[in-house]
């Protein structure tokens, strides 16, 4: 049988940041104000980039759902009002003029970052919980069968003939 060649190992272009920004800057050019309002309104989720260590970057993920969803009824007020040109660039600093909209953008961003910092501590929980109590049944069931079968099946102390050789 002839042996299948190894494929060389593809190396994967890592995802610039230049890149996003060459390709957002003309659009955030024309669409000033709201872009204004994403780039002052999403600062917890740029954080949350820079400071998660994980490749999977699940931080910037769980935070910026949040965090987004807390900027689109601003963005969409702007919409409904008008900004038809770059100098109504005014208009998407006059938002944040109002603490309310400091406290819902950023407000939403906590509820990310708590999110981030509650969910896995519960999952694990449970997943070893649920491990215990897993434990616990083959334990039972395991005492159930020495005193149908004797102490030869619970494996205890004896060897399997696979270990030591003999068959």
């Not at 050019?29 to 204004?36: D, E, K, M, S, W």
């Not at 999403?42 to 935070?63: G, L, Q």
């Not at 969409?76 to 770059?86: A, C, E, Q, R, V």
């Not at 109504?88 to 109002?98: E, I, T």
Request: proline residues 8%; aromatic residues 8%; charged residues 20%.
């Amino acid at each position: 049988m002839a042996r299948k060649p190894i494929a060389p190992k593809v190396r994967r272009k890592k995802k610039s940041p230049m890149m996003f920004i060459m390709l957002i800057a003309p659009a955030a050019l024309v669409l000033l104000p709201i872009a204004i309002v994403f780039i002052i309104g999403m600062i917890p989720t740029f954080v949350a980039y820079v400071v998660d260590r994980d490749p999977e970057k699940s931080a910037p993920i769980t935070v910026g759902g949040p965090n987004l969803c807390g900027c689109l009824p601003y963005v969409l007020d702007l919409w409904k009002h008008g900004h038809t040109t770059i100098v109504s660039s005014f208009a998407g600093l006059k938002v944040f003029s109002d603490p309310m909209v400091w406290l819902v953008t950023y407000g939403a961003a906590a509820v990310g970052w708590t999110l981030y910092f509650v969910i896995p501590p519960l999952v694990a929980n449970a997943e070893i919980m649920r491990s215990e109590r897993r434990i616990e049944a083959l334990r039972q069931k395991k005492i159930t069968l020495v005193q149908e079968w004797g102490p030869e099946v619970s494996g205890d102390g004896i060897e399997d003939n696979y270990t030591t050789g003999l068959m």
